[in-house]
């Protein structure tokens, strides 16, 4: 078993029919690339980083929500910082070792994981009972030396982001962490309408460290937790870490597969090992806190394969890549098309948060049948004819690409639709 | 000479003053630490990430406006590809190795650049002239094998993110790429009100690749471009890369030492090495695109080091990691306090692009005066005082840090008045 993970790399699932698929979808709309001078890490394309983007764009603004602060860390770390997290030990063959002309006294190693640069910046200052919990976020990306004959698209890969989250807390404050958790995922998934996600408690190995109290506390808080949260949940009895007890959100893509997305890991052991302390309320009196690693997306290139699959390349606009494509009747309608664009951009602000979509001008020369058909097949979202009768009243003709009824709208009225879909996540 | 930087690591600042400058306010304001476990890479602590990441949120936003779109590559990358891009042959010193337990086959570089990536990704397409100006941005984290003894602050490290891009072109379109790639450079330089930065244009060095017809041609290009901004250049003879003529940015920084920041690279050689071709409006013929490297703030850290520099730990608010401090005059405020900071962000919405600040409550029990103090020691932007008049009013008491003079307003005008700031970026 891994120690200390907030991802599932030692049980990933093996290519699929998923996969696929979504390497289908993803040529169609060129959405990303691998190549074979880097196996197992993904090029994300401008239409795959489109999404990429919003994503995080999105978990950020839900993190903060939740209180959440980010962090940037380094990516390589000397093997005596992988000595004292356990990982040369452990897990010194998935790492991805690193030297340089002056190295030779101490190798480097590549991170597999934030946890242990997050436990540095916790230790750095002097920390307060008053600044917990501490919740420290990390969208880094990390690497991990999965054999070459084992890589498969998005689902495995040895490249990969995650929404990587460490809650530093104390034991009084894991109850109210785990359901803070809970419902940020719930919250998250209703948003994306991932239907019937599963809860799976893992609890104490036979091989554990730490007090058998201090267990049987924590698993009674998660149970307590989970029961709360009137969803369905089931028990992997030993299945926990050698450090805690985790739950982890299982999601099914089309073919009925499970995939491991969200977790929620008690770690009781890097705290020890870092010997990480707080002042408590007492004074004088030095405190260790408990860590819980989590994440909500889980690998970011995982979720985006189950969002493939889930929606079949037919992307909710907030999401989409292609927003929209307005296609000139003739070419007398280009300048007309150019102004319609700019407007619903709002190209005159380069505010920083100002609503600017990806909106493209169909400017070959086809017939409009034939236009209409590419669209769709590129994914766009909607499509917004302009011909005379557009020009003559300003008044524009919007429809969904996957529909036929058309709506005439002010380019104002169009602007305002798209802000709407993009503030309530459609 | 380094072949092909988007940045100048041949000739970066020694240590200076401004960096010990920059250490005391970045204790100060708890901006970023270093650590023995991984010396040249920076930890950005949460207050140093909200400025990293409103920068890079800036840029992006800037970039949209002229043409570039996004994408995200790999880190690590075989041999074979730093041989084709010549890094192995004349850069390999200068690079992380990386190997792994199934690697011994063939070493990995970790990237200094992107543009090997960059190139991979043009190559991957079939690509048509009506796709040219084709410009790509990476903000990827890249590795140098600086030597430990020159490792200092944010000027000098092992691990930096530039706003890398690069564009691909014809060459009939390199007088209008560089113009607004100038164009660019100087509206964001305003923006960030730095006074008087320096043009340096480099030209063909003694030993060159290429043709010297091309040369004659690029730099009689880059000196009428300078000549049309109005602005003061100078030239740098035969200091250009053996690959093309370059136009640097150069800032000062309070003590009169220069730095490098932006940059504008004209290659002839990389799509060449990599054999980039797309098709001209002939039928049937291939043309060879010319690469522009370029970088608007530079170094993303060495950029900050200059803000650092420029603005003395004062931030503009749009930047300010701490735009306000609330300062309840007694336990009694706290409740009304806790409601103003929610209104102010408008908490109740966690739609995408809605603005949100960095405003926090001061809870200690300490005298008005010394809370005031404290807040300007620590860099907050605004105060806002709540006692028993605002409780009544619903007005509150809106001060800048640094100013004496307050303002009454109600919470939608002081949410308006900081909307705006971000707006126009002050
Ligand atoms: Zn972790
Ligand atoms: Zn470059």
Not at 220 to 226: G, N, P, R, S, Y
Not at 254 to 259: D, S
Not at 339 to 362: C, G, M, P, R, W
Request: proline share 4%.
């Amino acid at each position: 078993r891994l120690y200390c993970s907030s991802s599932n790399a030692t049980t990933p699932p093996a290519p699929t029919s998923t996969s696929i698929t979504n390497l289908t979808i993803a040529n169609k709309q060129q959405l990303y690339i691998t190549d074979a001078v880097t196996p197992g890490s993904v090029f994300f394309l401008p239409h795959g980083t489109r999404i990429f983007n919003k994503l995080i764009t999105f978990m950020k603004t839900q993190q903060r929500q939740y209180g959440f602060e980010e962090v940037i860390t380094p990516l390589i770390y000397r093997k005596t910082l992988w000595e004292k997290s356990g990982h040369w030990e452990n897990y010194k063959d998935d790492m991805f070792r690193v030297d340089g002309a002056d190295l030779e006294k101490e190798a480097y190693g590549l991170k597999p994981m934030n946890c242990p640069g997050h436990c540095i910046i916790f230790d750095r200052l002097d920390r307060s009972y008053a600044e917990l919990p501490l919740r420290l976020s990390d969208f880094s990306s990390l690497h991990r030396n999965e054999s070459s004959g084992s890589l498969s698209g998005l689902t495995r890969v040895r490249r990969f982001h995650q929404d990587d989250g460490h809650i530093f807390c104390s034991k009084d404050q894991i109850k109210a962490e785990i359901t803070a958790s809970l419902k940020m995922i719930n919250e998250v998934y209703s948003i994306f309408k991932i239907p019937g996600y599963k809860l799976l408690l893992s609890t104490r190995p036979e091989s554990y460290i730490g007090e058998l109290s201090e267990w049987n506390d924590a698993e009674a808080v998660l149970k307590e937790v989970l029961e709360s949260t009137g969803q369905e949940w089931t028990i992997n009895e030993g299945d926990g870490a050698f450090y805690g007890p985790k739950i982890d959100v299982i999601l099914k893509d089309h073919t009925g597969k499970e995939h491991q997305a969200a977790t929620i890991q008690l770690d009781f052991q890097l705290p020890h090992r870092f010997n990480l302390k707080y002042n408590s309320k007492e004074n004088g009196v030095q405190l260790q806190p408990i860590m819980i690693h989590r994440a909500v997306f889980g690998s970011l290139e995982r979720f985006l394969a189950i969002l493939i699959d889930h929606f079949n390349g037919v992307w909710p606009f907030w999401l989409s890549p292609r927003q929209a494509l307005i296609v000139p009747v003739s070419s007398n309608h280009l300048e007309f098309a150019k102004t319609v664009k700019a407007q619903l951009n709002n190209d005159a602000s380069n505010a920083i948060h100002d609503y600017k979509f990806h909106i493209d001008i169909e400017t070959r020369n086809e017939t409009v049948g034939n236009k209409i058909k590419e669209a769709i097949k590129k994914g766009y979202t909607y499509i917004i004819m302009i011909g005379d009768k557009e020009v003559e009243s300003g008044k524009i003709a919007l429809r969904k690409a996957t529909e036929r009824k058309t709506e005439n709208l002010s380019v104002e009225e169009v602007r305002q639709r798209f802000i709407d879909l993009e503030k309530s996540y459609e």
